[in-house]
């Protein structure tokens, strides 16, 4: 109810009950704040990681609301996107929460060096696994799955696509320096979704309202 009455959901008006939170939202966004605040990145516990694991929610969720919105764009499934958006990177503070775990239970010193080393070479794997024993829709399952191979994909799908957007777009707002306009402008899957520099411009202008929706959910 605290992120449905935030400023990105209802600027007009307070929600006083579930019943018209949904009546005024809709079941599909209300799903979508439900599952973002179970899975938010206070479900992981890793010590002296909390700042990382903040930020690593903080982009996926950005992505989610990206790809969402490319999805719509283009016409597509906007639940798969945003679904995919959520998870791609579920498996970075689920691995860091077993690898520090393991690590306490065997007496194993590791320093911050080898922790992230072990996240960058198991997250995704994990990620991909996480989606199947959640068991989500087949679509969300292979965007995810293809994400980080999205170049070399024999088939790339519209969802891997427009995953990829959508995180790219999500760096783009939230670290520009890492990812300027115009390598925004030349990404392979621009072309896949057949996205022109127009209509890549025009969904850069709901980076405001992403921003709002954002610390919506972040609330």
Same mark, same amino acid.
């Given at each position: ?40 990145? $206070? *479900? ?15 982009? =996926? !969720?950005? #992505? /989610? ?69 959640? $068991? *989500? ?15 070399? =994909? !024999?088939? #790339? /799908? ?62």
């Amino acid at each position: 109810m605290r992120i449905a009455n935030s400023a990105a959901y209802t600027p007009m008006s307070n929600l006083v009950s579930l019943q018209q939170a949904i009546a005024r939202l809709g079941m599909g966004v209300i799903s979508e704040i439900a599952l973002t605040a179970a899975i938010g990145a $206070k *479900m992981f516990n890793t010590p002296g990681y909390e700042t990382h694991i903040a930020s690593v929610w903080r982009h =996926a !969720l950005a #992505t /989610s609301l990206w790809a969402k919105e490319v999805a719509r764009h283009c016409r597509s499934n906007v639940e798969v996107a945003f679904l995919a958006g959520l998870l791609h990177s579920i498996g970075r503070p689920a691995i860091l929460q077993t690898i520090i775990e393991l690590a306490k239970k065997e007496q194993v010193v590791l320093t911050a060096e080898d922790i992230h080393q072990l996240e960058n070479t198991y997250c995704h794997r994990l990620s991909v696994a996480v989606v199947n024993l959640w $068991k *989500m829709p087949t679509l969300v399952v292979e965007a995810v799955s293809s994400y980080t191979d999205y170049n070399n =994909a !024999l088939t #790339t /799908s519209a969802q891997t696509a427009q995953l990829t957007v959508g995180a790219r777009f999500a760096t783009h707002m939230l670290t520009p320096e890492k990812l300027d306009k115009e390598t925004l402008f030349v990404l392979p899957a621009l072309t896949t979704l057949n996205l022109y520099q127009d209509e890549v411009e025009s969904l850069l202008k709901q980076t405001d309202t992403i921003k709002t929706r954002l610390e919506g959910l972040s609330s």
